[in-house]
């Protein structure tokens, strides 16, 4: 807009002036030049000067014609100042961001901070998207119809949503609810319970088998229960077996002999029994005592759950009988191996084979262990013999037994193929801390009932056999008529 040109007095006729005279013209106060209505009327004056030359009008213009209060201006300045530097700010947010980010997977973002005029659409390059918005607009709209009970739907028993049809296109949609699917899915979610849990190829697409909901979580809650049921009888059996066993005082024990030298490793348990566990090791030295390069460490527990029966065969016994009394079981568990190593020394002095004692420390009896390699040497039953085998292990045992009673004085009283290994085919005695003298008052029930156990195992193998009869007489010397029934039983 040209604002009116002030012009200073200039000379008629002046040679200098090629133009000639100007048209003398006042210059208007400042008031005039302030006053709203003669610049409304110069912007008339504009506007129709722009219609008349048919020439798009500025934005500025457009937006007075718009308006008709005297501050129409000033909002729409302020409008398009506020929306300048809302543009500035969201590049500086988003070079910002784009700087933190980089690479990285983990992206940053400012959208909390970002400022939307709200007087202000976007810019004609959103445009695209904000069609796109109206388009996603219309499809929830469609969905919203979709589920709003309007359009037909249909429901399983249980109240859950199974499928749904759009009202118009007649074509079904499948959730996860439905019965087919989440038998499908419960069927491939069984091979996943514990390996314990026999459930069998229910998964294969060859089967196609489904599995109700109900099936399916009774299914799961039984298998969690037998877990669970598993771990304990797990854990009972080790502490019944390992834990009463290698208390705090017994690790003491063995602790000490590793520091003394006397054992250079000690390592996992070989066999567990009623009465005691026995542990692999490896020898050091000892003073006046050769230690094997193998031992065996024989653990008796600690306990009488496991062997309530021990007092039968010590209490009569006129070795230990003055010892034993009303004492507390460690007590009672150190005379039980202390008698399995007198009567190993015994039957080592005879020329028995058996494991040779190396020490005894309270219920810790040290051992030759009877094997190679860290690999004990297996127990009677769990070796398949041969027939000759077989022989030569039964005349092997008769001869042991005769051996034991007459040099040794002693009867195994618990004789039988789990008592008894296989090494290097021949015949190893263990096990015998319930071994009582011939003058214990049960010694010849003991006897006869070794007898009976060797001559049972044996005829399994077809091995000519003495009757139990005929063979506790070899052993014991005493010519008891066989015919008389009545002694034996």
Request: net charge negative.
């Amino acid at each position: 807009m040209e604002s009116p040109v002030l012009t200073s007095s200039i000379k008629c006729g002046s040679p200098k002036n090629p133009w000639g005279c100007p048209n003398r013209e006042t210059a208007p106060s400042l008031m005039t030049v302030m006053d709203e209505e003669l610049a409304r009327e110069m912007d008339k004056t504009e506007i129709q000067m722009w219609d008349d030359k048919t020439v798009e009008k500025p934005v500025e213009i457009c937006v007075n014609d718009m308006h008709d209060s005297d501050t129409a201006n000033d909002l729409m300045l302020a409008q398009m100042l506020q929306l300048q530097f809302d543009e500035e700010y969201e590049k500086c947010l988003q070079a910002e961001e784009n700087r933190m980010n980089g690479t990285s997977k983990v992206s940053i973002s400012f959208d909390n901070y970002r400022k939307i005029h709200p007087g202000i659409l976007e810019s004609d390059s959103s445009s695209s998207s904000n069609e796109d918005m109206e388009y996603d607009d219309e499809d929830k709209n469609e969905k919203k119809k979709q589920f709003s009970g309007r359009g037909g739907k249909s429901s399983s028993g249980g109240g859950r949503r199974k499928r749904y049809q759009s009202s118009g296109s007649g074509k079904n949609i499948t959730t996860k609810h439905d019965a087919e699917v989440c038998g499908r899915k419960n069927a491939k979610n069984i091979e996943k319970f514990p390996p314990s849990f026999a459930a069998g190829d229910v998964g294969s697409k060859e089967l196609d088998l489904k599995i109700s909901n109900n099936v399916y979580n009774s299914l799961k809650q039984h298998s969690i229960k037998e877990e669970k049921l598993s771990y304990r009888l797990h854990e009972k059996k080790e502490h019944s077996t390992h834990e009463q066993a290698l208390d705090p005082k017994t690790r003491l024990l063995l602790y000490k002999l590793v520091n003394a030298e006397i054992l250079d490793e000690i390592n996992g348990c070989i066999s567990t029994g009623k009465e005691a566990c026995v542990f692999h090791a490896f020898g050091g030295k000892m003073e006046n005592t050769t230690v094997p390069h193998e031992c065996a460490i024989k653990v008796f527990k600690t306990t009488l759950n496991e062997f309530k029966t021990r007092d039968r065969y010590i209490k009569d016994d006129h070795r230990f009988k003055d010892r034993l009394g009303k004492q507390n079981p460690r007590k009672t568990i150190k005379l039980w191996a202390e008698k399995e190593m007198c009567n190993l020394s015994r039957m080592c002095h005879a020329g028995i084979r058996c494991p040779q004692v190396v020490l005894l420390k309270k219920q810790v009896l040290v051992m030759s262990f009877i094997g190679s390699n860290q690999l004990p040497a297996p127990k009677l039953k769990d070796v398949v013999l041969t027939s000759s085998q077989a022989t030569q292990a039964y005349e092997q045992c008769k001869e042991m037994m005769c051996t034991m009673y007459e040099k040794c004085n002693l009867i195994h009283a618990d004789l039988s193929e789990y008592n008894m290994l296989w090494h290097e085919n021949n015949l190893y005695f263990i096990d015998v801390s319930q071994s009582v003298e011939p003058r214990h008052p049960h010694a010849l029930e003991f006897l006869y009932r070794d007898c009976r156990n060797v001559t049972s195992f044996f005829e399994k193998f077809g091995v000519e056999v003495l009757s139990a009869e005929n063979l506790f007489n070899d052993v014991s010397k005493l010519n008891i008529p066989v015919d008389c029934k009545g002694i034996f039983i």
